[in-house]
């Protein structure tokens, strides 16, 4: 049997993400089953399942009604205070084995006793014993590490979670439930159109992203996780100088690092006019000090500059729901650009490190 790579896991996203939609409701009832009215959520989750949680933090957030602080677990462990009005906590870990995840979501159940639901894609692992009840985000175990579908299968589940929680809550009604679920078909139905037209715009710029020697991605709202998911995934993958920066934080101090070589991508939703016309203003400016400048659309509107080089992908009327389609160039370009770069991604690196830092509570069996 040949051995899966990230692409194999990106193009399984269509499939998967119908299915986590197929089963709605029937496999979120149960976890929500015995969860009370609650007002403060906090979530903690590592890597891409920290940006994940940040990638659904604004769609949970208007379903619900709640308030949604999202912590790294190891310094949430180690130094903050837990708020005491913390009354349901989520741990987030895809392969179950997180161990700061673990030890931090003990922590605060055993001081607030909060409702509190695990996400993974491995119910059968440490985490999930933990919890009240788990989430499984029907991946099974994603064999590659730089994961791919199980960010975009835990943003969607995370999604769906408050959309049912809010259902049965009574903070929505069913029409509306349903006109949810219906936008959300839509913008599954479009994963793999997404896939190919990220595909071609890659094959376009190759050699740009080849010669690459830093990538930044801009933006703001509900794409934050995606700038943070598109740092981790070019970090692990491509190895080269890659960050993600919410708008506003590009300018007070980032921008004084560009260069006729940096390449930029801004991602576009529906946002309000205010925040596209300051972003236009940052793609201007940023277009005196370099050529490199790339576009995520998802307004379906015409670029206002056309520079040829803007990824038109489908509108999303509603932003918050942007981040589903708007990784996935990022994952697309992240595994080709490595390519290209002459990176052996099966060839795995640092076998040992899980053994010697304890990130994990044991080693993963990567592919
Ligand atoms: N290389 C992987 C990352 O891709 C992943 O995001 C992180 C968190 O994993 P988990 O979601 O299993 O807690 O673990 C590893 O470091």
Request: with cysteine; charged share 20%; hydrophobic share 40%.
């Amino acid at each position: 049997m040949t051995k899966p790579t990230m692409l194999t896991y990106i193009n399984q996203e269509p499939e998967i993400l119908s299915t986590i939609l197929a089963t709605y409701p029937e496999q979120i009832d149960p976890v929500i089953k015995n969860a009370p009215a609650t007002k403060h959520w906090l979530i903690l989750a590592t890597g891409s399942s920290i940006n994940a949680a940040y990638s659904a933090k604004l769609y949970l957030q208007k379903m619900t009604g709640a308030f949604i602080d999202i912590e790294e677990p190891y310094n949430y462990l180690n130094y903050e205070k837990i708020n005491p009005d913390i009354d349901l906590v989520i741990g987030i870990s895809q392969s179950g084995q997180s161990t700061a995840t673990i030890s931090a979501l003990k922590k605060v159940i055993k001081q607030n006793h909060p409702f509190s639901i695990c996400v993974t894609s491995r119910p059968d692992t440490e985490l999930p014993m933990v919890a009240d009840t788990t989430l499984d985000i029907l991946t099974g175990s994603e064999k590659v590490g730089y994961v791919t579908l199980g960010y975009n299968a835990t943003v969607l589940s995370l999604m769906l979670l408050g959309l049912r929680y809010a259902t049965k809550l009574d903070l929505i009604n069913s029409d509306m439930e349903q006109s949810e679920l219906m936008a959300f078909k839509s913008i599954v139905q479009n994963i793999s159109p997404t896939i190919e037209k990220s595909i071609e715009f890659f094959q376009r710029f190759a050699t740009d992203f080849q010669l690459a020697p830093q990538f930044t991605a801009i933006g703001c709202g509900a794409v934050l996780g995606t700038l943070k998911e598109m740092q981790t995934k070019f970090t692990e993958v491509i190895r080269i100088p890659s960050n993600g920066f919410e708008l506003e934080t590009f300018m007070h101090g980032p921008y004084l690092g560009v260069h006729e070589n940096h390449r930029q991508f801004f991602i576009e939703t529906n946002s309000n006019s205010a925040i596209v016309k300051k972003q236009l203003s940052l793609k201007q400016y940023e277009s005196r000090s370099t050529t490199h400048i790339f576009t995520i659309s998802l307004t379906g509107k015409k670029p206002i500059i056309d520079d040829g080089q803007t990824l038109e992908l489908m509108n999303i009327d509603d932003e918050l729901k942007s981040p589903l389609l708007a990784v996935i160039p990022f994952q697309i370009f992240a595994w080709y650009i490595a390519k290209v770069k002459g990176i052996n991604l099966p060839h795995l690196i640092f076998n040992d490190f899980s053994d010697i830092v304890h990130n994990k509570t044991e080693a993963q069996q990567y592919v």
